[in-house]
Protein backbone atom coordinates (compact mmCIF):
# COMPACT_ATOMS: atom_id res chain seq x y z
CA UNK A 1 0.00 0.00 0.00
CA UNK A 2 1.40 3.64 -0.87
CA UNK A 3 1.75 6.07 1.47
CA UNK A 4 0.91 9.90 0.95
CA UNK A 5 4.13 11.32 2.94
CA UNK A 6 4.76 15.22 4.20
CA UNK A 7 6.92 17.27 1.74
CA UNK A 8 10.69 17.00 3.51
CA UNK A 9 10.90 20.44 5.44
CA UNK A 10 7.66 19.14 7.18
CA UNK A 11 9.29 15.32 7.76
CA UNK A 12 12.23 17.52 9.42
CA UNK A 13 10.15 19.23 11.68
CA UNK A 14 8.35 16.25 12.26
CA UNK A 15 12.06 14.80 13.65
CA UNK A 16 12.83 18.09 15.86
CA UNK A 17 14.13 20.53 13.17
CA UNK A 18 13.66 24.46 14.18
CA UNK A 19 13.77 27.61 12.46
CA UNK A 20 17.02 29.00 12.87
CA UNK A 21 17.38 31.97 15.62
CA UNK A 22 18.01 35.53 14.46
CA UNK A 23 21.65 35.91 16.03
CA UNK A 24 23.05 39.09 17.78
CA UNK A 25 26.74 38.39 16.85
CA UNK A 26 28.71 39.41 14.21
CA UNK A 27 29.48 37.18 11.22
CA UNK A 28 32.16 38.74 9.37
CA UNK A 29 35.18 37.84 10.37
CA UNK A 30 37.15 41.18 10.91
CA UNK A 31 34.71 41.95 13.30
CA UNK A 32 34.86 38.84 14.93
CA UNK A 33 36.79 38.36 18.93
CA UNK A 34 39.95 36.24 18.35
CA UNK A 35 40.52 35.10 21.60
CA UNK A 36 43.95 33.30 20.30
CA UNK A 37 45.77 36.49 20.00
CA UNK A 38 45.17 38.43 22.73
CA UNK A 39 48.60 38.61 24.36
CA UNK A 40 48.62 38.12 28.17
CA UNK A 41 50.66 36.27 30.60
CA UNK A 42 49.33 32.24 30.35
CA UNK A 43 52.23 30.96 32.78
CA UNK A 44 53.71 28.58 30.66
CA UNK A 45 55.22 28.13 26.79
CA UNK A 46 53.73 25.11 24.80
CA UNK A 47 56.05 22.94 23.05
CA UNK A 48 53.46 21.09 20.67
CA UNK A 49 49.92 22.28 20.01
CA UNK A 50 48.48 21.08 16.59
CA UNK A 51 46.04 18.78 15.24
CA UNK A 52 46.49 15.51 14.09
CA UNK A 53 44.74 11.98 12.39
CA UNK A 54 44.68 14.50 9.33
CA UNK A 55 44.21 12.60 6.57
CA UNK A 56 45.53 13.38 2.89
CA UNK A 57 46.19 12.56 -0.28
CA UNK A 58 49.76 12.97 -1.70
CA UNK A 59 52.50 12.10 -4.41
CA UNK A 60 55.46 10.09 -3.35
CA UNK A 61 58.62 9.15 -4.95
CA UNK A 62 59.86 6.17 -4.87
CA UNK A 63 63.22 4.13 -6.09
CA UNK A 64 61.99 0.67 -6.67
CA UNK A 65 58.76 1.09 -9.18
CA UNK A 66 56.36 3.01 -9.08
CA UNK A 67 58.52 5.44 -9.25
CA UNK A 68 55.43 7.55 -8.65
CA UNK A 69 52.62 6.31 -6.67
CA UNK A 70 49.91 8.33 -4.65
CA UNK A 71 48.93 7.31 -1.46
CA UNK A 72 47.10 8.55 1.56
CA UNK A 73 48.78 10.26 4.39
CA UNK A 74 47.40 10.57 7.82
CA UNK A 75 49.13 14.02 9.18
CA UNK A 76 50.09 15.54 13.02
CA UNK A 77 51.02 19.22 12.56
CA UNK A 78 51.78 20.90 15.44
CA UNK A 79 54.01 24.25 16.56
CA UNK A 80 55.02 25.71 19.66
CA UNK A 81 53.71 28.55 21.71
CA UNK A 82 54.72 31.13 23.01
CA UNK A 83 54.15 31.84 27.17
CA UNK A 84 52.20 35.03 26.05
CA UNK A 85 49.72 33.78 23.45
CA UNK A 86 46.98 31.73 24.50
CA UNK A 87 46.59 29.45 21.40
CA UNK A 88 47.30 29.13 17.56
CA UNK A 89 45.01 29.93 14.60
CA UNK A 90 44.34 25.84 13.72
CA UNK A 91 42.26 26.34 11.12
CA UNK A 92 46.11 27.46 9.02
CA UNK A 93 47.04 24.47 10.00
CA UNK A 94 45.06 22.37 7.41
CA UNK A 95 44.99 25.48 5.24
CA UNK A 96 48.79 25.32 4.61
CA UNK A 97 48.54 21.48 4.38
CA UNK A 98 46.70 21.61 1.38
CA UNK A 99 48.30 24.63 -0.44
CA UNK A 100 51.73 22.96 0.09
CA UNK A 101 50.62 19.19 -0.96
CA UNK A 102 49.03 20.60 -4.21
CA UNK A 103 52.00 21.31 -5.80
CA UNK A 104 54.87 19.25 -3.59
CA UNK A 105 56.03 15.82 -3.68
CA UNK A 106 56.17 14.21 -0.06
CA UNK A 107 59.93 13.60 0.69
CA UNK A 108 61.93 14.28 3.61
CA UNK A 109 63.70 17.41 1.91
CA UNK A 110 59.81 18.87 1.29
CA UNK A 111 58.74 18.35 4.43
CA UNK A 112 61.73 20.09 5.85
CA UNK A 113 60.36 23.29 3.77
CA UNK A 114 57.11 22.83 4.83
CA UNK A 115 57.41 22.70 8.69
CA UNK A 116 59.50 25.89 8.35
CA UNK A 117 56.55 27.55 6.46
CA UNK A 118 54.21 26.32 9.30
CA UNK A 119 56.58 27.93 12.28
CA UNK A 120 56.83 31.42 9.85
CA UNK A 121 52.85 31.10 8.89
CA UNK A 122 52.07 30.60 12.60
CA UNK A 123 54.37 33.20 13.97
CA UNK A 124 56.24 31.05 15.81
CA UNK A 125 60.03 29.66 16.31
CA UNK A 126 59.66 25.97 16.10
CA UNK A 127 57.03 23.59 14.59
CA UNK A 128 57.04 19.70 13.79
CA UNK A 129 55.18 17.53 11.16
CA UNK A 130 54.62 13.85 11.73
CA UNK A 131 53.26 11.81 8.91
CA UNK A 132 52.66 7.98 8.27
CA UNK A 133 51.50 6.55 4.91
CA UNK A 134 51.52 3.17 3.15
CA UNK A 135 54.13 2.85 0.34
CA UNK A 136 54.30 0.19 -2.37
CA UNK A 137 56.62 -1.29 -4.16
CA UNK A 138 56.87 -3.96 -7.18
CA UNK A 139 58.13 -7.34 -5.71
CA UNK A 140 58.92 -10.01 -8.15
CA UNK A 141 59.31 -13.57 -7.19
CA UNK A 142 62.71 -15.55 -7.23
CA UNK A 143 62.17 -18.01 -9.74
CA UNK A 144 59.82 -17.65 -11.92
CA UNK A 145 59.67 -13.83 -11.89
CA UNK A 146 56.25 -13.20 -11.08
CA UNK A 147 55.72 -9.57 -9.98
CA UNK A 148 53.17 -8.10 -7.55
CA UNK A 149 52.95 -5.74 -5.21
CA UNK A 150 53.96 -5.54 -1.61
CA UNK A 151 54.13 -2.59 1.06
CA UNK A 152 55.71 -1.76 3.73
CA UNK A 153 54.44 1.34 6.55
CA UNK A 154 56.63 4.77 6.68
CA UNK A 155 56.80 7.50 9.18
CA UNK A 156 58.93 11.20 8.64
CA UNK A 157 58.72 13.15 11.74
CA UNK A 158 60.60 15.95 10.86
CA UNK A 159 60.85 19.33 13.30
CA UNK A 160 62.12 22.77 12.66
CA UNK A 161 63.56 25.27 15.06
CA UNK A 162 64.78 28.64 14.74
CA UNK A 163 67.49 28.10 16.40
CA UNK A 164 68.79 24.56 16.47
CA UNK A 165 67.57 24.50 12.36
CA UNK A 166 66.03 20.63 10.89
CA UNK A 167 65.53 17.34 12.62
CA UNK A 168 65.03 14.25 10.01
CA UNK A 169 63.70 11.18 12.29
CA UNK A 170 62.07 8.39 9.73
CA UNK A 171 61.09 5.03 10.63
CA UNK A 172 59.92 2.10 8.51
CA UNK A 173 58.23 -0.99 9.29
CA UNK A 174 58.68 -4.43 6.67
CA UNK A 175 57.72 -7.66 6.96
CA UNK A 176 60.15 -10.90 6.46
CA UNK A 177 60.39 -14.36 7.46
CA UNK A 178 62.79 -16.24 9.85
CA UNK A 179 63.97 -19.10 10.53
CA UNK A 180 64.51 -20.90 13.85
CA UNK A 181 68.56 -21.56 13.83
CA UNK A 182 67.21 -23.64 17.37
CA UNK A 183 64.82 -25.57 15.40
CA UNK A 184 66.74 -26.21 12.58
CA UNK A 185 69.82 -27.59 14.71
CA UNK A 186 67.35 -29.94 16.95
CA UNK A 187 65.27 -31.43 14.41
CA UNK A 188 65.90 -34.29 12.38
CA UNK A 189 64.09 -32.35 9.34
CA UNK A 190 62.66 -29.44 9.05
CA UNK A 191 62.53 -26.46 10.94
CA UNK A 192 59.36 -23.62 12.39
CA UNK A 193 59.49 -20.10 10.86
CA UNK A 194 57.26 -17.15 11.53
CA UNK A 195 56.23 -13.79 9.85
CA UNK A 196 58.32 -11.39 11.41
CA UNK A 197 58.21 -7.39 11.92
CA UNK A 198 61.30 -5.36 11.59
CA UNK A 199 61.22 -1.47 13.05
CA UNK A 200 63.98 0.91 11.90
CA UNK A 201 64.05 4.67 13.51
CA UNK A 202 67.06 6.26 12.12
CA UNK A 203 68.22 9.82 12.79
CA UNK A 204 69.56 11.68 9.54
CA UNK A 205 71.70 14.13 8.42
CA UNK A 206 69.92 16.75 6.94
CA UNK A 207 72.19 17.70 4.48
CA UNK A 208 72.28 13.74 2.76
CA UNK A 209 69.35 13.31 0.29
CA UNK A 210 68.39 9.24 -0.52
CA UNK A 211 65.10 7.65 -0.70
CA UNK A 212 65.40 6.43 3.06
CA UNK A 213 62.55 4.04 2.84
CA UNK A 214 64.28 2.21 0.14
CA UNK A 215 67.55 1.75 2.28
CA UNK A 216 65.59 0.65 5.51
CA UNK A 217 63.70 -1.88 3.25
CA UNK A 218 67.04 -3.17 2.05
CA UNK A 219 68.86 -3.72 5.32
CA UNK A 220 65.46 -5.55 6.40
CA UNK A 221 64.89 -7.49 3.41
CA UNK A 222 68.83 -8.42 3.09
CA UNK A 223 69.35 -9.50 6.24
CA UNK A 224 66.15 -11.59 7.21
CA UNK A 225 66.47 -15.31 6.34
CA UNK A 226 63.91 -14.87 3.18
CA UNK A 227 61.76 -11.86 2.00
CA UNK A 228 57.70 -12.29 1.34
CA UNK A 229 56.65 -12.19 -1.62
CA UNK A 230 53.05 -11.50 -3.04
CA UNK A 231 53.03 -13.54 -5.53
CA UNK A 232 54.41 -17.31 -5.29
CA UNK A 233 54.50 -20.52 -7.72
CA UNK A 234 56.17 -23.60 -6.56
CA UNK A 235 59.28 -23.07 -7.74
CA UNK A 236 59.23 -19.99 -5.94
CA UNK A 237 57.93 -21.60 -2.92
CA UNK A 238 61.20 -24.22 -3.54
CA UNK A 239 63.61 -21.34 -3.63
CA UNK A 240 61.86 -19.42 -0.82
CA UNK A 241 61.49 -22.25 1.48
CA UNK A 242 65.35 -23.57 0.46
CA UNK A 243 66.87 -19.86 1.15
CA UNK A 244 65.34 -19.27 4.49
CA UNK A 245 66.81 -22.93 5.86
CA UNK A 246 70.45 -22.01 4.56
CA UNK A 247 69.72 -18.26 6.45
CA UNK A 248 68.49 -19.06 10.14
CA UNK A 249 67.62 -16.43 12.26
CA UNK A 250 67.15 -15.28 15.57
CA UNK A 251 64.96 -11.97 16.58
CA UNK A 252 68.60 -11.20 18.11
CA UNK A 253 70.70 -12.19 15.19
CA UNK A 254 68.16 -9.83 12.61
CA UNK A 255 68.47 -6.87 15.23
CA UNK A 256 72.35 -7.26 15.39
CA UNK A 257 72.11 -7.62 11.44
CA UNK A 258 70.37 -4.54 10.47
CA UNK A 259 72.01 -2.53 12.77
CA UNK A 260 75.45 -3.34 11.38
CA UNK A 261 74.28 -2.21 7.77
CA UNK A 262 73.10 1.39 9.55
CA UNK A 263 75.76 1.86 11.68
CA UNK A 264 77.91 1.74 8.34
CA UNK A 265 75.36 4.27 6.51
CA UNK A 266 77.45 7.93 7.00
CA UNK A 267 74.73 9.70 7.07
CA UNK A 268 72.54 7.97 9.66
CA UNK A 269 72.98 9.59 13.01
CA UNK A 270 71.58 7.09 15.21
CA UNK A 271 69.19 4.56 15.01
CA UNK A 272 67.04 1.82 16.66
CA UNK A 273 65.78 -1.38 15.19
CA UNK A 274 63.15 -3.68 16.72
CA UNK A 275 61.81 -6.88 15.52
CA UNK A 276 58.65 -8.67 16.24
CA UNK A 277 58.44 -12.17 15.55
CA UNK A 278 55.24 -13.71 15.22
CA UNK A 279 56.12 -17.05 16.53
CA UNK A 280 54.73 -20.17 14.53
CA UNK A 281 54.72 -22.67 17.46
CA UNK A 282 54.31 -20.63 20.25
CA UNK A 283 51.39 -18.42 21.81
CA UNK A 284 53.72 -15.46 22.37
CA UNK A 285 55.70 -13.63 20.01
CA UNK A 286 59.65 -13.09 20.12
CA UNK A 287 60.83 -9.33 20.70
CA UNK A 288 64.13 -7.68 20.39
CA UNK A 289 65.18 -3.98 20.25
CA UNK A 290 68.59 -2.59 19.91
CA UNK A 291 69.25 1.63 19.73
CA UNK A 292 72.60 3.36 19.07
CA UNK A 293 73.68 6.44 18.59
CA UNK A 294 77.37 7.26 16.54
Request: charge should be negative.
Amino acid sequence: MKRSLPPKAERHRHFGTVDPIIGTKPTDKEKMPDLQNKPADFYFPIQQVGISDVKYPVMIESELAPTTQTTTATFALTTSLEQDFKGINMSRLTEQLHKFFQTHLLTDQTLREFTAILAREMKQRAANVRVTFPWFFTKTSPAMQKEGMAHADVTYDVSFDEEKGYTSIITLTGAVTTLCPCSKEISEYSAHNQRSFVTMTVTVDDSYEADWKSVLLDAAETNASSILYPVLKRPDEKAVTEHAYENPRFVEDLVRLVAADLYENGAIKSFTVECRNEESIHQHDAIAKLTYTK
